[in-house]
DNA sequence: ATTTGATATGTTATATTATAACATATATGT
DNA sequence: ACATATATGTTATAATATAACATATCAAAT
């Protein structure tokens, strides 16, 4: 049992787990960019060696993209690798993100989409405003 | 009384105006550069021109940006230039965009909001499937 | 009507984000 | 060991977005 698996329980690639780490590691959202710079030492050289490790780890929940923000954080919760649903509260002023889970919401996408015969895959909920400290 | 109007009150300018028409007539989103080709012939000559338009009529609510698309919609309401929330259901077969007004989940987002002491300024909310014919 | 200040526009250049295409290497199943 | 799939390295380029600055237009006050 290796130290990262995602559901399939299939061990992470080395690219992989180096993005996994610095994006667990930031306490802020990287841009793949920012991933590269942080991974030159380690043996990346070019972009799509980020965006290759991001794209799987996105597939494999375990990291998500803040499309807002063209940037990625690590997930904070396991539960992600089981299709559940995440939401994001990103400060505009000190970079904060706090990822939530808003059960019930769920429910209502749900509903609009069985009503309208929509079969969502992916959703992204994005709130961007002011964190409590900074709206202080 | 001109044509388009902002909840200010204020007329569009030009630009504004040029951009919002080619939204409008669009039955796809679009993307600033796609835009720019279209109103070439009108006197568009650079990103910016674009870019600049764009940004005033998201203000409005008069356009949304689909920010897992990197693209641009007119608004299919009058209220969301009243602050209201909107939500997109964009289907990744045939490109079709329909925007929805979820009522209940606003509020479910605010008490969230609320609890943490989030001000939330703006709120996106994507969903990417299949829509119904293509579901088929 | 003229000045003044604010807003909008035009333009060039460049920054940032993302992917195509292809060669090589590593892992996996038989 | 062989075949096949997956991962990696690399170069080049595409697609998206903004900085910076010059000019023009608009709106209000004198």
């Known amino acids: 049992m290796t130290e990262h698996e995602n559901k399939t329980t299939k061990a992470l690639t080395k690219n992989q787990v180096m993005v996994l780490d610095v994006l667990s590691k930031s306490n802020a959202p990287l841009t793949a960019y920012g991933i590269l710079d942080l991974l030159r030492d380690d043996g990346f050289r070019a972009p799509p060696q980020v965006y290759r490790a991001l794209e799987k780890l996105c597939e494999f929940g375990m990291v998500h993209r803040l499309e807002g923000l063209n940037a990625f954080v690590a997930c904070s919760h396991s539960h992600c690798q089981n299709g559940g649903l995440a939401a994001f509260a990103i400060c505009e002023k000190c970079g ?41």
């Open 96 to 136: 904060e993100v706090r990822e939530f889970t808003p059960a019930k919401m769920s429910n209502q996408l749900e509903e609009w989409a069985n009503s309208k015969g929509f079969a969502a895959k992916k959703t992204t909920i994005e709130l961007s405003g002011l964190c409590k400290a900074c709206n202080q």
